[in-house]
Each structure stands twice: as structure tokens, then as C-alpha cells.
């Protein structure tokens, strides 16, 4: 659905790269996200490209913000469709 070596250049970029399975990871989301939002109104950013950019970018660029310790907890308090636990969980399975 998504094209997924964009979004490794995107994030490798914020010094954040992506392997072969958190690639896979993101496409299976986005797939489902966009599955879901036809179902109820999760979100209006539905076009793949947008979704690689507008949420999973956005998301990440936490970690090129901030570097959470090993193992650290992270509270994600009402935003809606996952975003961005559900990216930084992705990048970061410690978390």
C-alpha cells in the first residue's frame, strides 16, 4: 500500500533507520488504518503517500527530537487512530 523504501529514506534521514520487517510493519498499519477508516472516521489522511508523510514521519521525528532510554515508557494521551505511539513502537520495541 505504502511505499516503504520512501519511508526508510524519510526516516533514515531523522537518523532513524527502518529494517525490512518495521517497513512491512507500516504497510500492514497503514492498510489497516485506511480498512478502519471506512468503518468509522479515524482520519482524513487516507492517501498513501500522505499517510507515510503526514503520520508516520511525524510520528517518528519524536525520536530525532528526543532520545528515549533503553526501555522507557511513553504516555500517548487522546490523538487519535494510534499516532505516535503506534510508529515510535514500531521503531523502538523497547518502548
Same mark, same amino acid.
Given at each position: 500500500? #505504502? ?10 534521514? @531523522?537518523?532513524?533507520? @527502518? ?5 512491512? @510493519?507500516?504497510?500492514?498499519?497503514a492498510?489497516?488504518?485506511?480498512e478502519?477508516n ?12 500522505? #499517510?507515510? #508523510? ?5 510520528s517518528?521525528?519524536l ?11 511513553l #504516555? ?11 510508529p ?8
Amino acid at each position: 500500500m #505504502i511505499d516503504q523504501e520512501q519511508l526508510g529514506k524519510y526516516c533514515l534521514d @531523522l537518523g532513524v533507520p @527502518l529494517n525490512e520487517r518495521q517497513k512491512e @510493519l507500516f504497510d500492514l498499519y497503514a492498510g489497516t488504518l485506511v480498512e478502519w477508516n471506512e468503518k468509522m472516521n479515524l482520519t482524513a489522511i487516507i492517501k498513501p503517500e500522505e #499517510i507515510v #508523510i503526514k503520520h508516520f514521519v511525524d510520528s517518528i521525528s519524536l525520536l530525532w527530537a528526543v532520545t528515549p532510554s533503553q526501555g522507557a515508557s511513553l #504516555i500517548d494521551v487522546g490523538t487519535g487512530a494510534g499516532f505516535p505511539s503506534v510508529p515510535v513502537k514500531i521503531v523502538r520495541e523497547d518502548m
